[in-house]
Antibody, heavy 120, light 108 residues
Framework: QVHLVESGGGVVQPGTSLRLSCAAA????????MHWVRQAPGKGLEWVAT????????YYADSVRGRFTISRDNSKNTLYLQMNSLRAEDTALYYC?????????????WGQGTLVTVSS | SYVLTQPPSVSVAPGQTARITCGAN??????VHWYQQKPGQAPVVVVY???DRPSGIPERFSGSNSGNTATLTISRVEAGDEADYYC???????????FGGGTKLTVL
């Protein structure tokens, strides 16, 4: 059974940093692309970042490019999101989701999310 | 970037058919996926690749996709279908998923 478990969220001040983690189990993590998707309170789903199976290709939403970094450790079956220079508008529930391939382009599995609140 | 447009809300009486649209330029050339999200829960795929259903999703959920519009159809709507629904495609030029703005389905 597939499990995605996010951690690392919390309440932080604007301008600070936070690192999210997503522990994956139940599938061959190293074979698939993975994603971070966020949802601000009362709002819709917003794609944040994508990483290829080998970690060599990374893609970011314009709203986070230059501030956030997605990475993965395939030896630990873990996905990361390093968030720097946080802003109030980054406040959201952050989901880890996947897995995807060039053929399977839907996000079949989602974690329960980790809440990030940016407030002074 | 590729933009998916959904109506903010759709209302339907129990037992009737709900249709939720997802509009975009030539969306018929892409595979469209649909997610259901109930309050306090993570999204769940209800239709993928235009009209396939994951195991455990009732046959009442179906999809179609042609031209500039994809549609999620929910037949014989039940109170438990009340949720937010999101369409999603893959942006092959930028290699990432794209989501529609979401539609709140209200069962009257």
């Amino acid at each position: 059974q597939v499990h995605l478990v996010e951690s690392g969220g919390g309440v932080v001040q604007p301008g600070t940093s936070l690192r999210l983690s997503c522990a994956a189990a139940g599938f061959t993590f190293s074979s698939y692309g993975m994603h971070w998707v966020r949802q601000a309170p009362g709002k819709g789903l917003e794609w944040v970042a994508t990483i290829s199976s080998d970690g060599n290709k990374k893609y970011y939403a314009d709203s986070v490019r230059g501030r956030f970094t997605i990475s993965r450790d395939n030896s630990k079956n873990t996905l990361y999101l390093q968030m720097n220079s946080l802003r109030a508008e980054d406040t959201a529930l952050y989901y880890c989701a996947g897995p995807t391939t060039v053929i399977t382009t839907y996000l079949k599995y989602w974690g329960q999310g980790t809440l990030v609140t940016v407030s002074s | 970037s590729y933009v998916l447009t959904q109506p903010p809300s759709v209302s339907v009486a129990p037992g009737q058919t709900a249709r939720i649209t997802c509009g975009a330029n030539n969306i018929g050339s892409k595979s469209v996926h649909w997610y259901q999200q109930k309050p306090g829960q993570a999204p769940v795929v209800v239709v993928y690749d235009d009209n396939d259903r994951p195991s455990g999703i009732p046959e009442r959920f179906s999809g179609s996709n042609s031209g500039n519009t994809a549609t999620l159809t929910i037949s014989r709507v039940e109170a438990g279908d009340e949720a937010d629904y999101y369409c999603q495609v893959w942006d092959s030029t930028s290699d990432h998923p794209v989501f529609g703005g979401g539609t709140k389905l209200t069962v009257l």
